[in-house]
């Protein structure tokens, strides 16, 4: 089984950070962010969104059309350091 690259992991990285993924799956995508500076800047970029969007509404689900709104931003631009 050949390592995922960059772009499946990215595909991967929101039910990473939520932890829904397949075992196996995780497993991998973690390896890959401890190798890759990209896809770990990206974890780590995606990480703090989530936790300061999940601050700002006050509540677990981030809203879908909020999200949306996001992720297009984040294919536009790449994550500015913080
Ligand atoms: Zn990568």
């Given amino acids: 089984m050949c390592p995922i690259d960059c772009r499946q992991v990215l595909t991967q990285i929101e039910l990473y950070l939520d932890g829904e993924l397949d075992v196996s ?3 991998e995508v973690h390896e890959h962010i401890g190798t890759c500076g990209n896809c770990a800047d990206r974890s780590e970029f995606q990480r703090r969104l ?6 700002k509404c006050g509540c677990d ?3 879908a059309d909020l ?16």
């Fill in 50 to 55: 989530k936790a300061m969007l999940r601050a």
């Fill in 25 to 27: 799956l995780h497993a």
């Fill in 67 to 82: 999200l949306q709104r996001v992720h297009a931003l984040l294919q536009e631009a790449p994550p500015t350091p913080l």
């Fill in 61 to 63: 689900e981030v809203p």
